[in-house]
């Protein structure tokens, strides 16, 4: 599987911004798609999940109820719909897959098999 996010960009707080993944190479039934971020001098951390194809997804605490992970099945495109950007969003964005994840381990880094090359999102306050 390849993956390559795009996206990224520099906007206020407050604003929004959609990321993609465009996914080539491989079927992607029963995939698990995520979304994960890492700031300066930060550990990567989990932003967003789903299953491929599916309404099953689940988010990290911080932007629940602000970002939206779906995924486009016709145009093989994984999106990250982020909206009410705050400065501690800032970072580089991962796409990343794996063809098969327990539910209760999808925000777990070392799980996922497939990286994109991340996308720098910076929003200023």
């Known amino acids: 599987v390849q993956l390559q996010a795009s996206g990224g960009g520099s906007v206020q707080a407050g604003g929004s911004l959609r990321l993609s993944c465009a996914v080539s190479?491989?079927?992607?039934?029963?995939?698990?798609m995520g979304w994960f971020r890492q700031a300066p001098e930060k550990e990567r951390e989990f932003v967003a999940a789903v299953r491929w194809g599916t309404i099953s997804t689940i988010y990290a605490d911080s932007v629940k109820g602000r970002f939206t992970i779906f995924s486009v099945n016709s145009k093989n495109t994984l999106l990250l719909e982020m909206n009410g950007l705050k400065p501690e969003d800032t970072g580089v964005y991962y796409c990343?897959?794996?063809?098969?994840?327990?539910?209760?381990?999808?925000?777990?880094?070392?799980?996922?098999?497939?990286w994109g090359q991340g996308t720098l999102v910076t929003v200023s306050s």
């Open positions: 190479g491989r079927t992607l039934a029963s995939h698990v």
């Open positions: 990343a897959a794996t063809p098969s994840l327990a539910y209760g381990t999808w925000s777990d880094t070392k799980k996922y098999d497939f």
